[in-house]
T-cell receptor, first 109, second 113 residues
Framework: RKEVEQDPGPFNVPEGATVAFNCTYSNSASQSFFWYRQDCRKEPKLLMSVYSSGNEDGRFTAQLNRASQYISLLIRDSKLSDSATYLCVEPDSWGKLQFGAGTQVVVTP | NAGVTQTPKFQVLKTGQSMTLQCAQDMNHNSMYWYRQDPGMGLRLIYYSASEGTTDKGEVPNGYNVSRLNKREFSLRLESAAPSQTSVYFC????????????FGEGSRLTVL
């Protein structure tokens, strides 16, 4: 079983709307997570780090729910440029990073 | 800053041929990684190097070898390419520790016929 699970989507979102999706993880001891963004045929790039309960950066909010072992990403006021695949990442105890398969978001005009 | 540089960006091989993917970073990072990405499967770790002089297997190491030539360079070698190794390969580096951001190269698209 993959340790980091994501809904592959796609999530089709009208421009200006809000979209949220989750990522579940299996290691209850994990302290930090990352959200990466990957555009089509490009390399992943860091979007946000998630420590303790969560993090907010402009229109993006990431939250960590330790009891249920998931993290979420919420995008407010979606822009066409937000269309991408969002990868959830969990560091393991040895410094390796476990990637989810990604959630595709498509923002439509 | 160049960041993480991978070569080649595209390569077509025949089954059984060998090749080496090169990766270099100029950020003085300690840790370097090789991932492959296949549709619907996300990024899977092939090998990583926590520091100069050390390498360790990741999730899918079979059919690959690596060399951490120095702190800057981490190469991935396919000794006898197979069609199952058709994929997009990403090299990445990070400083160290749980909170270090992972920086990726632009990827190398490999097709094995």
């Amino acid at each position: 079983r993959k340790e980091v699970e994501q809904d592959p989507g796609p999530f089709n979102v009208p421009e200006g709307a809000t979209v949220a999706f989750n990522c579940t993880y299996s290691n209850s001891a994990s302290q930090s997570f990352f959200w990466y963004r990957q555009d089509c045929r490009k390399e992943p790039k860091l979007l946000m780090s998630v420590y303790s309960s969560g993090n907010e950066d402009g229109r993006f909010t990431a939250q960590l729910n330790r009891a249920s072992q998931y993290i979420s990403l919420l995008i407010r006021d979606s822009k066409l440029s937000d269309s991408a695949t969002y990868l959830c990442v969990e560091p393991d105890s040895w410094g390796k990073l476990q990637f989810g398969a990604g959630t595709q978001v498509v923002v439509t005009p | 800053n160049a960041g993480v540089t991978q070569t080649p960006k595209f390569q077509v091989l025949k089954t059984g041929q060998s090749m080496t993917l090169q990766c270099a970073q100029d950020m003085n990072h300690n840790s370097m990684y090789w991932y492959r990405q296949d549709p619907g499967m996300g990024l899977r770790l092939i090998y990583y190097s926590a520091s100069e002089g050390t390498t360790d297997k990741g999730e899918v190491p079979n059919g690959y070898n690596v060399s951490r030539l120095n702190k800057r360079e981490f190469s991935l070698r396919l000794e006898s390419a197979a069609p199952s190794q058709t994929s997009v390969y990403f090299c990445a580096s990070r400083l160290a520790g749980d909170h270090g951001e992972l920086f990726f190269g632009e990827g190398s698209r490999l097709t094995v016929l």
